[in-house]
């Protein structure tokens, strides 16, 4: 079957503008992660999805993150007023979900965000 | 302290060796754990739980101490394709809180 997509691959955007970047995950399952990579550096967590809630928004940096997620299905992550430091690779991952047991997370291929 | 740290490397082997490295916790109250591994600029892929027995699956070895708080990662016979980012996760106890090491980097050498 399908695994997490993600789109778009490669985005390069001026500095305040705004972007929304998409996630497609597994069907059928129903926790959903977002999380940030900087080069050469490891996961920074920004917000994890239970169904269409997030109860763990925690890792978000700023205000002008924002994630949704409809349907239990696709989410969006939007960056408004874009800053260069926003510029990382962003990772879409889902699961199974809360169940101990079934944390097996599943990424997509990212989305490569460039402010200049 | 970071919740969970890895020693970043890189770790140069020659192929063939045996290499093993840790990931240290600071929750005691922590239950689940795995490594990952990541490619360069790809996204990361489960390599293996790890149960308090241990867990081997072929050339790779998962080990938990909970009284030291770390867990360890051993590959055997090491192969050129091991060369990659090992990266730890711990689950908290709260069932979903998923932290994250940074990763530690081998190159595996001819």
């Known amino acids: 079957g399908a695994g997490v997509s993600q789109s778009p691959s490669n985005k390069v955007t001026e500095k305040g503008k705004d972007v929304e970047l998409r996630c497609d995950p597994i069907?059928?399952?129903?926790?959903l992660y977002w999380y940030r990579q900087r080069l050469g550096q490891g996961l920074e967590f920004l917000i994890y999805?239970?169904?269409?809630?997030?109860?763990?928004k925690s890792g978000l940096p700023s205000d002008r993150f924002s994630a949704e997620r409809t349907g239990e299905s696709v989410s969006t992550l939007t960056i408004q007023r874009t800053q260069q430091e926003d510029s990382a690779v962003y990772l879409c991952?889902?699961?199974?979900?809360?169940?101990?047991?079934?944390?097996?997370?599943?990424f997509g291929p990212g989305t490569r965000l460039t402010v200049t | 302290r970071k919740e969970v740290e890895q020693d970043p490397g890189p770790f140069n082997v020659p192929e063939g060796a045996t290499v093993a490295f840790n990931c240290t916790y600071s929750?005691?109250?922590?239950?689940?754990f795995f490594w990952y591994r990541q490619d360069c600029r790809k996204e990361p892929k489960l390599l293996m739980s790890?149960?308090?027995?241990?867990n081997e699956d072929g050339r790779f070895t998962a080990q938990l101490n909970r009284a030291s708080q770390y867990i360890s990662l051993l590959i055997r016979d090491s192969k050129l394709s091991d060369s990659a980012t090992y990266l730890c996760?711990?689950?908290?106890?709260?069932?979903?809180?998923?932290?994250w090491g940074a990763g530690t980097k081998l190159i595996i050498k001819p």
């Open positions: 991952a889902s699961s199974h979900g809360q169940t101990l047991g079934l944390h097996e997370q599943y």
């Open positions: 069907s059928g399952h129903t926790a």
């Open positions: 999805f239970q169904g269409n809630s997030a109860p763990d």
């Open positions: 929750n005691s109250a922590s239950q689940s």
């Open positions: 790890v149960y308090s027995s241990g």
């Open positions: 996760v711990v689950i908290s106890d709260s069932n979903y809180q998923l932290i």
